[in-house]
């Protein structure tokens, strides 16, 4: 698969700044830290570390709002060791030239953040949706208040945005109702999909819709879902059970259809940018970006 923290977080372990400046063009510039984190392990003690986190904004900018651009996850565990660190590189930059400063968690369990697997929902048999994604959740809500804090950005208007898994649980933190996250956005957005061993059949797809219409039960922001037709890990179904649960509780939820790509369309927010630029940039007008 693509791929609570303490009010004032550690000062910067590790930064590395670059710029891309070409005559018209601002400085588009990278800072790396290390945030410290605290959240329930899935036996529901608490578990701190620190975790990776990336921001990437133009230096030209007083103020830019914030967008928190979340990953997804695999299911093979020397994958998610080898992931190194979420970049993000032609999203990101793109978003940042529309105006965001993009923060990018690289959560407890991946790369360099390293760690211990608490995004584990255990056996297809019997998932629990909720308390995998909470680890993650709850270390996502620490990037938005880290962004929130940054001198560069607007903390009163902001973004959530994640792919796959990553999307699963930007619906989850949306639930959060954090001040200052205006919208957001699920690429891809599930959980227990093998597209090789069970492809279009991800694991107990209706307790992903019960969990989506729990979400959906605490959520006022406004949602943009978007899934490609011939997406792999979910097929082009059970996307559209998991949104209307989410709606049928009282979120606010638009949903785009996006074209098959390739073999897999779970790889379109990666691969195929054009697809998915204009119904994201039309939403985010809509919502005063």
Known sequence: MIFSSPRHPAPISLALFFACAGPAQAAIREKIVKLPVRVAGP????YSQEITLTMVYDDARKKSPFL?????????????????????????????????????????????????????????????????????IAQISAAIRYAKSQPEVDGSRGVILGQSVGGFTTIGTA???????????????????????RPWNPCQPERIAQTYASYGAKAKVQTLWLYSANDAYWGPEHPKKWVAAYTERGGKAEFVPLPAYGSDGHATFAKNQTVWQPPVEAFLKKNGF
């Open 68 to 136: 928190v651009l979340n990953h997804g996850r695999s299911g093979d565990p020397q994958e998610r060791r080898n992931y190194g660190r979420a970049v993000f590189k032609m999203q990101s930059r793109y978003f940042v030239e529309r105006g965001f400063a993009v923060f990018m968690p690289t959560r407890i369990g991946y790369g360099v953040s390293e760690g211990p697997d608490l995004e584990n929902s255990g056996p297809c048999s019997s998932k629990d949706y909720p308390t995998a994604n909470s680890a993650a």
């Open 175 to 197: 639930a959060e109702n954090i001040p200052g996250v205006k919208v957001a956005i699920n690429f891809a957005g599930g959980a227990g999909g093998d597209p090789k061993g």
């Open 43 to 46: 036996d529901g003690a608490p």
